[in-house]
């Protein structure tokens, strides 16, 4: 998946999840198994991969921008080699 640029004004659009699809239920479910309370856990890439991090990324961007008026976040990651292109 090509992940859209800025929209007008600068927005991003809302990534496509398409849950009425099979892929859509899929990315449904995996997200439900990955997202806890405190945290997001999946094997990469079987549980998680590019674009369900993406829309990860995108919402909670959208949120800490509503919630804390703020559009600046810090994201870290450990040493797996899969963790910079996350």
């Known amino acids: ?3 859209p640029g800025p929209g007008p004004s600068g927005t991003d659009p809302a990534p496509q999840i398409l849950p009425d699809s099979e892929l859509g239920r899929a990315r449904t479910a995996a997200l439900d198994a990955a997202v ?3 945290d997001i856990r999946g094997r990469i890439p079987d549980q998680l991969d590019e674009d369900i991090l993406f829309a990860l990324g995108w919402a909670t961007a959208r949120a800490m921008a509503e919630i804390h008026s ?3 976040v810090v994201i870290g990651h450990d040493m797996r080699p899969s963790s910079p292109g996350f």
């Open 70 to 72: 703020t559009t600046e």
């Open 1 to 3: 998946m090509s992940h």
């Open 36 to 38: 806890g309370a405190y």
